[in-house]
């Protein structure tokens, strides 16, 4: 963040005049962008700035009174709408600075946003020497650092879990507070053990999914749903599926098979179902999914659902204070002086 250290904003500050109309909110570069300043303010008797990058629009709900009464003060963003039953609901919206962070004394800077959107971590990135973004595999938003993602002083490469009240040092990113990231990677031998009763259930499914066309395998799937659960649209509890798929994996495996892929909709099924039992199709347009392909993705479906109903097959990771860690699909959890802290999503 050394493009809003304090003593670059301080000197902005001290030398150039605020915006008309205000005494105390200054451009953070060109005076042009008024939706991009920062805010001089005092806390605990310390001169600290506040990066703006436009609007927060917050919806308040009211009672009938209370819209009314504000009515006659002529307050701005009243709303009301007519429900369907007749009745009114009655809202107005607050307006305030979207406050990205604070900017202190000590030259860091504090996550305070409630959440940041494309635009906002666009701001932070540009006044950053890496880059921040929202990577779902690292569980939310991140900075990532630098010309091939190098945090500076440091010769490894870096990513930064973001979470609210972080702290970090303007001119090297550091967190102020260290921070372990703990992660989950699977013990290949354990899950090798675990997924052995799923052998020979898998070696049958795939042989016959390789030998049905398509048009087959959806009807096929119909039958086997309604043998096992009923009418197809009488239940839209999905687990219910996957639970009778369970006790089929040996006795029926390709009926399992068939439950877990309309359970999980696994290539779109609930939708070609759907379609297949309309009469007014005749037959199914080409489609890049073959059953073999979806035996293939359901086989990845099913061993991830196994490994995370078996907490042993995983072996915890820690990465520390910006140690770069994998994108992962088991998730992460971020520790700062051993307390969970919530990632920004």
């Known amino acids: ?33 008024n939706t991009k300043y920062f805010l001089v303010e005092e806390e605990d008797k310390e001169r600290v700035f506040n990066i703006v990058h436009g609007q927060l629009w917050t919806h308040v709900s009211l009672t009938k009174e209370e819209h009314k009464e504000l009515e006659k003060q002529g307050t701005p963003r ?19 600075p979207n406050i990205l962070g604070v900017v202190r004394p000590d030259n860091t800077f504090e996550f305070t946003g409630g959440r940041y959107g494309q635009g906002d971590r666009g701001i932070l990135s540009e006044y950053s020497s890496g880059y921040f973004c929202t990577d779902s595999r690292r569980g939310g938003m991140i900075w990532m650092g630098a010309q091939g993602g190098k945090l500076r002083n440091d010769k490894t490469r870096g990513a930064l879990p973001i979470y609210k009240g972080m702290r970090i040092n303007c001119e090297t990113m550091r967190p102020i507070k ?23 259930f898998y070696m049958t499914t795939e042989v ?30 999905w687990s219910v599926f996957a639970d009778k798929a369970d006790t089929l994996v040996n006795s029926a495996p390709l009926d399992a098979a068939m439950l877990y892929i309309y359970a ?26 073959t059953p073999h392909m979806m035996f ?34 088991w998730g992460y959890t971020v520790m700062v002086d051993g307390v969970e802290v919530k990632q920004y999503d």
């Open 264 to 289: 999980w909709d696994v290539g779109n099924m609930r939708w070609n179902v759907r379609r297949f039992m309309d009469t007014s199709y005749s037959r199914f347009s080409a489609h890049e999914d």
């Open 296 to 329: 293939l993705n359901l086989k990845r479906r099913l061993n991830k659902e196994i490994y995370k109903a078996h907490e042993q097959v995983f072996k915890k990771v820690e990465y520390v204070n910006g140690e770069m860690y994998p994108p992962s699909e």
């Open 208 to 237: 016959m999914t390789k030998a049905m066309d398509y048009d087959v395998f959806v009807k096929t799937m119909v039958e086997v749903v309604e043998e096992h659960l009923g009418e197809i649209n009488s239940n839209t509890n």
């Open 78 to 96: 009243l709303n009301k709408y007519q429900d369907g039953d007749g009745s009114w609901t009655y809202y107005k919206y607050e307006v305030s």
């Open 1 to 33: 963040m050394q493009g809003l250290n304090y003593k670059r904003l301080d000197g902005i500050a001290n030398s150039v005049s605020p915006y008309r109309g205000s005494v105390n909110r200054f451009p953070i570069a060109s005076r042009r962008h």
């Open 178 to 200: 260290p921070i372990t990231v703990v992660g989950r990677k699977v013990d290949r031998k354990v899950g090798k053990d675990l997924l052995a009763g799923y052998t020979d």
